[in-house]
């Protein structure tokens, strides 16, 4: 069983930076791939990076890239979500996952993700 638990969000202006993190608890989390997830009111939930178990490869969807930063630090048992540069349209909740394979590679679909945080709330003002 895994738990994971976000922090960071909250209300900042547009161009402003957030950065998130991700606590997760258990003894397997060095071993597993970890994603950030977003969902906006109406709108399906969307990916928006990934991290291998190691932190040598890192993805990012479109939307995000050269803005958004995510890393992890194993020894913490925690991943983050440098966000940066933020715009209105990245308003949403943010979640983060854990791969349900050991060892495997990232992926963006949400299907390949098996625990997943309460998520927080991160708001960009216009």
């Known amino acids: 069983q895994v738990q994971l638990v976000e922090s960071g969000g909250g209300l900042v202006q547009a161009g402003g930076s957030l950065r998130l993190s991700c606590a997760a608890s258990g003894r397997t989390f060095s071993s597993r791939a970890m994603g950030w997830f977003r969902q906006a009111p109406g709108k399906e939930r969307e990916f928006v990076a990934a991290i291998s178990w190691n932190g040598d490869i890192t993805y990012y969807a479109d939307s995000v890239k050269g803005r958004f930063t995510i890393s992890r630090d194993n020894a913490k048992n925690t991943v983050y979500l440098q966000m940066n540069s933020l715009k209105p349209e990245d308003t949403a909740v943010y979640y983060c996952?854990?791969?349900?394979?050991?060892?495997?590679?990232?992926?963006?679909?949400?299907?390949?993700?098996?625990?997943w945080g309460q998520g927080t709330q991160v708001t960009v003002s216009s």
């Open positions: 996952a854990t791969d349900r394979f050991y060892y495997g590679a990232i992926s963006y679909s949400n299907q390949r993700y098996d625990y």
